[in-house]
């Protein structure tokens, strides 16, 4: 039989012995198995850093060469079709895209995706207290790289000049 201390100061109440971090249970959980779609059960879509987002790293590229931070032929390489022509006619050679002020930046981008291999991509750009748009379309092409197939600033997409 167990004798609690006596004397002054000393309490009579049992204490528990105290545990130390290797005698403590681990806590249950469950193993993260993924499903089909390569999401965990109960979370969203996974969170990937905005750069490795084709959206937005598209998005960043155009408004740099709009801005005139990035030369046009810097997206050679990335565009199809008439894309490459709309950006010369879009660049601001002549006319700047945005006004002159605060350093304009991609606050949102989304996309639509009307099929496999294709998305619709629109952008909110900020500068100041402005807000512009800016739609563009990707096309994955069959080495598996996404390029821009179409660009249009703030509504308008500038006619190419007849000569």
């Given at each position: 039989?167990?004798?609690?201390?006596?004397?002054?100061?000393?309490?009579?109440?049992?204490?528990?012995?105290?545990?130390?971090a290797t005698?403590?249970?681990?806590?249950?959980?469950?193993p993260?198995?993924a499903r089909?779609?390569?999401r965990?059960?109960?979370?969203?879509?996974?969170?990937?850093?905005?750069?490795?987002?084709?959206?937005?790293?598209?998005?960043?590229?155009?408004?740099?060469?709009?801005?005139?931070r990035?030369?046009v032929?810097?997206?050679?390489?990335h565009?199809?079709?008439?894309?490459?022509?709309?950006?010369?006619?879009?660049?601001?050679?002549?006319?700047?895209f945005?006004?002159?002020?605060?350093?304009?930046?991609?606050?949102?981008?989304?996309?639509?995706?009307?099929?496999?291999?294709?998305v619709?991509?629109?952008?909110?750009?900020?500068?100041?207290?402005?807000?512009?748009a800016?739609a563009?379309?990707?096309?994955?092409?069959?080495?598996?790289?996404?390029r821009?197939?179409?660009?249009?600033?703030?509504?308008?997409?500038r006619?190419?000049?007849?000569p």
């Amino acid at each position: 039989m167990h004798r609690p201390p006596s004397g002054p100061g000393r309490t009579t109440a049992r204490r528990s012995p105290a545990r130390s971090a290797t005698t403590r249970r681990p806590a249950t959980t469950r193993p993260a198995t993924a499903r089909r779609d390569g999401r965990r059960p109960g979370h969203g879509t996974v969170r990937r850093p905005r750069e490795a987002v084709p959206r937005y790293w598209f998005a960043d590229r155009l408004l740099a060469v709009l801005t005139g931070r990035r030369p046009v032929h810097s997206m050679l390489s990335h565009t199809v079709g008439e894309a490459y022509e709309q950006l010369v006619r879009l660049a601001p050679a002549d006319e700047p895209f945005l006004p002159p002020g605060r350093e304009p930046a991609v606050r949102h981008c989304d996309e639509y995706a009307p099929r496999d291999g294709v998305v619709e991509a629109f952008a909110r750009i900020s500068s100041g207290e402005r807000v512009h748009a800016l739609a563009f379309r990707l096309e994955r092409g069959p080495d598996l790289r996404w390029r821009c197939a179409a660009v249009e600033a703030d509504g308008r997409h500038r006619e190419r000049a007849e000569p």
